[in-house]
């Protein structure tokens, strides 16, 4: 039995709940939302999809105590009203902050001892808050983090060369925010390393590295909010845990040497973060890391609300 809990069914979660309804994936979804109005409503939608699916998901909404038991659960709370102006995602920290102590809390009260995958941005600060929040171990909370800006860096590199994103390799690394970076000398295209595609090519760096930083605000500018892509990034990370699969992707997980939860390559597998992959950087790209990962430290200390 898979069941699966989303708390906040904004853009983004009501698009996770849609994709593990229609693709099968969970046996059991529990809906949760401070907006009782809309949670009802996703409910009976997705419940009416149901007769004509090839699958069958039992759907249970406004019930914490659904979820004590779940495998997974996934956080998307937030207001996106909070980012009409755009351009920094902090702009929800103050409100998720509080978020994350009335969710964390909820799921300790009902004995949540499942994963934890967090969306909510800032999401580096908000997985920690909630790690701290549950009691659960740091192995069995993590964030998307910058699974989803490694993608945005793949879709630059490909849309610059004409290249399917799939081939390319590599990540960005640090918060997912404004203070990430393409750690180029991670990044290959069909095995040829970046700084030799770069030269061969005259490709600016710099410019792919800012296309990737950016690509959503490109994409919130025109809707005013994103969600297919962070989704999917949501969706395969379920996926991993679900089916043990030892997914080696960039996520937001727990670095003892920071102090924190910060973008970078890690193993996902049914007990959460299996592995941290270690690799070695360039000195430019160490000073990039630990330069945001000591402003997210400190974010998510200043954000504990006890």
């Given at each position: 039995m898979r069941k699966i809990g989303i708390i906040g069914l904004g853009h983004v979660g009501s698009t996770v709940a849609y994709t593990l309804i229609t693709k099968g994936i969970a046996d059991e979804l529990v809906l949760i939302d401070q907006n009782d109005a809309l949670c009802t409503a996703e409910y009976y939608d997705y419940s009416d999809s149901l007769g004509r699916l090839d699958t069958y998901t039992k759907i249970i909404k406004q019930d914490y105590r659904a979820l004590s038991a779940a495998d997974v659960v996934v956080t998307a709370f937030g207001d996106i009203k909070l980012l009409a102006d755009g351009g920094d995602r902090f702009l929800e920290y103050t409100y998720n902050c509080s978020q994350a102590a009335a969710v964390g809390k909820a799921l300790k009260a009902v004995g949540f001892h499942g994963i934890l995958i967090n969306i909510s941005n800032p999401c580096d600060v908000i997985t920690g808050l909630l790690q701290r929040y549950t009691g659960l171990s740091r192995e069995r909370v993590f964030g998307t983090g910058t699974f989803l800006d490694t993608a945005r860096m793949q879709r630059a590199i490909s849309h610059r060369i004409n290249e399917n994103p799939h081939n390319i390799s590599g990540y960005v690394l640090g918060e997912h925010g404004e203070s990430q970076f393409a750690a180029w000398s991670t990044i290959a295209v069909r095995g040829i390393p970046m700084f030799e595609l770069a030269?061969?090519?005259?490709?600016?760096?710099?410019?792919?590295?800012?296309?990737?930083?950016?690509?959503?605000?490109?994409?919130?500018?025109?809707?005013?909010?994103?969600?297919?892509?962070?989704?999917?990034?949501?969706?395969?990370?379920?996926?991993?845990?679900?089916?043990?699969a030892k997914l080696a992707c960039p996520a937001s997980v727990y670095l003892e040497q920071y102090g924190c939860h910060v973008g970078y390559p890690a193993v996902i597998g049914k007990n959460g973060v299996e592995k941290i992959n270690e690799f070695p950087l360039t000195p430019k790209e160490k000073a990039l890391l630990n330069d945001s990962a000591k402003m997210i430290a400190q974010k998510t200390h200043d954000g504990y609300l006890g």
């Open positions: 030269e061969e090519q005259d490709l600016d760096l710099d410019a792919l590295d800012k296309a990737a930083r950016e690509g959503g605000w490109l994409v919130f500018n025109g809707k005013k909010y994103t969600s297919y892509a962070i989704a999917t990034c949501a969706v395969k990370l379920v996926q991993a845990v679900l089916s043990d």
